[in-house]
């Protein structure tokens, strides 16, 4: 069902409460406008975190948000859906307060749940902050595993910005643990990764790392 869809039927849910005489409509009504809000908070959330990477502004309604979604997904048996939402409180935690350790636990659940119905591009963006988590932690050869899954699961479903997104992330990890040579090679695949599918963002933030790795 569209977004529209759900809402007419909402409405007529309505109907048969208040004028039909269902009362059992009035449960079914909390299931539909539960599917209706629960993929609307995730997207106000989501402009919002994009928001604060743009100014560094923090809005605490982007972790209510994303935590709404959870319960609401939760409570539908969306699994995929919750697994999302769950590795979006998570990001709120590691990266918009700098608190991995807080977030861990919940890219550890969004990994579980996005892996028991095989949601990959859940589990690739789960994998790959639980990496940054262990390379914040010094754990280095871990992290290495994480963020090449990472880039593997996107590679397998073609998430092409994604997959040029991890390749920068191994090249820093790479820079960091004294292999520079490794790390200029990320970034070379992850150039021709990004021009290859348009990723204007990600060819920018290859060039950031490039300047970074050469002055380091």
Request: with cysteine; glycine share 10%.
């Amino acid at each position: 069902m569209q977004g529209q869809d759900w809402i007419e039927r909402a409405g007529e849910l309505f109907e048969a409460a208040m004028f039909g005489g269902d009362a059992s409509a009035l449960e079914r009504s909390d299931d539909v406008l539960d599917a209706v809000e629960a993929p609307l908070s995730m997207a106000r959330g989501k402009v919002l975190h994009v928001r604060f990477l743009n100014d560094r502004e923090e809005d605490g309604r982007e972790l209510v948000l994303f935590e709404r979604a959870a319960e609401l997904y939760g409570r539908l048996g969306d699994a995929s859906g919750e697994a999302d939402a769950l590795f979006w409180v998570g990001c709120w935690h590691q990266v918009v307060k700098g608190d991995g350790a807080t977030g861990r636990p919940y890219f550890e659940r969004s990994y579980a749940l996005a892996e028991s119905v095989d949601d990959r591009m859940t589990m690739s963006y789960a994998i790959r902050h639980l990496g940054f988590a262990d390379k914040d932690e010094g754990r280095f050869e871990e992290a290495r595993r994480q963020l090449t899954e990472s880039v593997t699961l996107r590679r397998e479903i073609g998430f092409r910005p994604g997959e040029a997104a991890g390749l920068v992330a191994l090249a820093y990890l790479a820079a960091e643990t004294g292999d520079p040579t490794a790390a200029i090679r990320h970034l070379d695949e992850a150039r021709s990764v990004a021009e290859s599918c348009g990723a204007k963002a990600v060819s920018g933030w290859i060039e950031q790392a490039r300047t970074h790795i050469r002055s380091a």
